[in-house]
């Protein structure tokens, strides 16, 4: 029986003991989730809890200061708040917790757990924001990442350390190749973070990917979308903080992330809260630059040869590809998987645009003759996307186009070798030898 304290005991007996006098502040306004504190000095960043009346204190964050108030953000509801409440800050600001302990477990965005398994002990702690080193510490990317998809592991191939995107509109399906992907990767460390998302969908993940052999290897930060924005915010932070966390141990780390949108909506509540203006289509600079911080975490680290795989996937508002989110995640990540509807609604599945798709690493890790086959059959499919219309009117006439004919002759091979059943594996080496013998034959 004693030993269900030993973890209790150990933290406490490691824990310093902070001997200055408590401070607190006294709440003056609250405005819509905004909270107003005079009295209390604390950094942005930091946690306090609020206390109003004999129930369990709220938890706020500091997120700014202005006219000698600091400015707070509580992460939850407003619900029972009361002027002249009691703010005290807790914990060392702008740490998040992360460890061994978070293994197998599902937390939310605080770092507590939400899978009823009991609490979670971590003695280590790591920046919210990461730590910036020098940009000649992220080493190339060399090796190829196994996705386990044919599509992409052949024709938009993949490196260990590289940050991809999966970008789409709602109902297309990012969430389900997201899903595949986590099933066929092979990576030490699987951290998934599922910001803003359905609350259904965080526990049919956790039922799906938190079993048998793959939980020891697996932690889980959910914050569904009826959160409040910055702890949406700050569960994305803690993924990322765990995966850095991890990487710096020298492992290979997959870092999963549903979605980058998500994050950026929760940037804009936030900077909104604090009278930013917007400015790309109601987006301010500083939610777009949220994105940036975020992604530029993950990559190869040079000083523990450990790496982190950023998996990504962004909302495409209205299909709309120029969406602010898509454009700025675009230009900042290694690569990226377009999915389309039109393909969907055919029942192609997954409803890659291959054409689209890009993988900015592929030239330097694969085989001349693979790339060489991948460019062979992005041609192919980009010429009877082209002119499809065409070819079921009937219009076109056969021998116009060499090319053309090739691409309507092979047509349904090419389909075949996109499709992909939602629950199916299919290895590196198997995708690359299935596209060779397709080209092969056809030639």
Known sequence: MLKLFDPLLDELSGAEIDLTPGRYGLLTACDGGLLEVSGLSAPVGALCKVAHGRTAPLTAEVIGFRNGRTLMMLLGDTVMLRPGARVRTEGRPGMLPVGEAFLGRAVDG?????????????????????????????????????????????????????????????????SVLLDMIATGAEA??????????????????????????????????????????????????????MAEHFRAQGRQVLLIMDSLTRVAHAGREIALLLGEPGAARGYPPSALATITKLVERAGNSAASGGSITGLYTVLADGDNQDDPVVDTARSILDGHVVLSRDLAQRGQYPAIDIA???????????????????????????????????????????GADAQLDRAITMHGALVDFLCQPARSTVPLRQSIAALAELMGNAG
Not at 147 to 153: D, E, F, I, Q
Request: hydrophobic share 45%; charged share 20%.
């Open 110 to 174: 605080e770092g507590l757990p939400i899978d009823g398994l009991g609490p979670i002990h971590s003695r280590h702690s790591w920046p919210a924001g990461g730590l910036r080193t020098s940009a000649l510490d992220r080493s190339p990317v060399r090796q190829c990442f196994d996705t386990g998809v044919r599509a992409l592991n052949a024709l938009t191939t993949f490196g260990i350390g590289q940050r991809i995107g999966i970008m789409a509109g709602s109902g297309v399906g990012k």
């Open 356 to 398: 689209a798709s890009l993988s900015r690493v592929m030239a330097y890790i694969v085989a001349p003759d693979h790339a060489a086959l991948a460019r062979e059959f992005r041609a192919l499919t980009a010429s009877y996307e082209a002119n499809r219309d065409l070819v079921l009117m009937g219009a076109y006439r056969a």
């Open 188 to 241: 030490e460390i699987v951290v998934v973070g599922l910001i803003g998302e359905r609350a259904r969908e965080v526990s049919d993940f956790v039922e799906r990917h938190m079993a048998g052999s793959k939980r020891a290897r697996t932690a889980v930060v959910a914050v569904p979308a009826d959160h409040a924005p910055n702890l949406r915010l700050r569960g994305a932070m803690l993924a990322t903080s």
